[in-house]
Structure formats: C-alpha cells, structure tokens
C-alpha cells in the first residue's frame, strides 16, 4: 500500500550542491529527502538514437510499482528534480525524471537563464519531447513499474509538457500540472500550447497556479477552463486550484518564490489526484 504523506520522513535538510548553475545560491528553504530504503540515482533508457539520461528513484525491491514521470524545469534534472522523484519513491512510487533537453546540451551548465533560453530551451521541439517520454515510459514498464498506473507531473516548463504529454499519451491516467504555460506564440517546434490540445486530453490534469504569477496571465487560465469545458470526457474531468498569493515557481523550494503553504497544499492535492484517478 502507498504512503499518504511525508510527515516522518527526514526532508529538511538544507542543500547546495548539485544545483542547475542558473538558480545559483539556492536558497536555505531547499528540502533534501533522504534516500534510504530506495534505490536512487541515474540511469540510461535507450530514446531513439540516444541513450538518454533520466534519475530514477523507487523503493528498494519494488514490484509493479505505480509509474510517475516528473518533467522539470528549464533548468534540466538538477537536484531539487531528484529530490521530488525521491519525494515520490518514499511514498511507494517508480519516480523517472528524464534528460529531455540532452540532445540540444546541459542545461544545467549555463549560467543565467537568457543563455538557458537562447541556447537550448528555445531549440528542444514538443515531438522530440512526447517521444522521449515515451520512453522513459517504456523502460519504467520493463523496470519495476505497472503502465496501468501511469501518472505524469511537471513544473514550469515541464507543467506545459505535462498538459501536452496527457493530450499525446493514451497510456497516461492523470496529470498533475504545476505552473506550466497555457498559450502562447506557435513555430515550427511548438505547433500548439495547452489551450489548443485541451481538446484531446485522454487523461484528466489537476492544474496548480498562482494568482500572482506574472509570467502566466490568469485570463489564460479562464481560457484554459473554457477549453476544457468543451472538450473531451478527460478534459471535463481537469481541474485547476489557484493560489491567489502565490507567485511563479512556488513549489521549488530552492527559489526565493517558494510558498511553504501552496507548496503543501499543492503536494496533497497532486497526491490525492493521482490516487483519485488510478495512479496508486
């Protein structure tokens, strides 16, 4: 039986290492989730012509465990995306965070976020994306985990891809988007946003925001309910909760956005969608 919370687990250790060089200094709110009774660290699932890196953290002898793929920031899988997979693990859970900008380069190399964007983020295209999560999600079924129940979550960036990848997938039970752009200009790597495959969604997404987050305009996410209203049965079943006082990045616990209470309440909502939907 999987675990409800993490009330007695040790996770408030502060971290400095092992930070996407962007967000340097983290800040002395950073949670650290230890890793004992897991098996936790980096592997390599086979992704077309790559093998692409991903951490993976689940509980050490763990059968047909449920499967959940966090997608991260822009900032790459850089400790505080490991640690959410451990976060995970914990609660019984087969955790992936796959590399998905690796083709395009490090991004937790670069040193500032313009360089981020101009560089690598603005050069990653959404189908390369689907397709490496696709596998990730293959290797989980072939290592521990139990497709049946399938969970995808993502933060910033990756809240757009989950949205998008719940549209994409139909193995995928539920999705917990956190903060992750809802529109926005079309080119040839992102032929649509959310708003546009809200449609076709084959699995519900609980969408978690905040009201003060100036780089994603709340009339977004009315437009965003409106495209969910209309479309499919997955789709009517998505929700959103907005945190009238939260700022962007108010989960990441190393940022100085982070709201300790939307940061919790957020976390036992996202758990409580997954175990809602089939993804326990």
Known sequence: ???????????????????????????????????????????????????????????????????????????????????????????????????????????????????????????????????????????????????????????????????LYAAHSRAVKAGVAWYGRLAGVKNERQTGHPVDAAASLHAPVLGLYGGADAGIPLDTVEAMKLALAAGSAAAKRSEFVVYPEAKHAFYADYRPNYDPAAAADGWHRCLDWLRANGVA
């Open 1 to 163: 039986m999987l675990r409800t919370d993490l009330d007695n687990v040790p996770a408030h250790a502060p971290a400095s290492h092992d930070f996407a060089a962007a967000v340097q200094p983290v800040a002395s709110t950073t949670i650290t989730t230890d890793a004992t009774g897991l098996v936790a660290g980096e592997v390599r699932i086979p992704a077309g012509d790559i093998e692409m890196p991903a951490y993976r953290a689940m509980p050490a002898g763990g059968r047909a465990l449920p499967v959940v793929i966090v997608v991260s920031e822009i900032f790459g899988v850089h400790e505080h995306i490991a640690d959410v997979a451990r976060r995970f693990a914990r609660l019984g859970y087969l955790a992936i965070a796959p590399e998905l900008f690796v083709r395009q380069g490090d991004a937790k190399a670069a040193v500032d976020i313009d360089t981020l964007f101009a560089t690598i983020i603005s050069k990653v295209p959404d189908a390369q994306v689907m397709t490496d999560i696709d596998a990730g999600v293959a290797w989980a079924g072939k290592n521990g985990g139990d497709l049946a129940k399938l969970g995808i979550t993502g933060f910033c960036w990756g809240g757009r891809i989950t949205w």
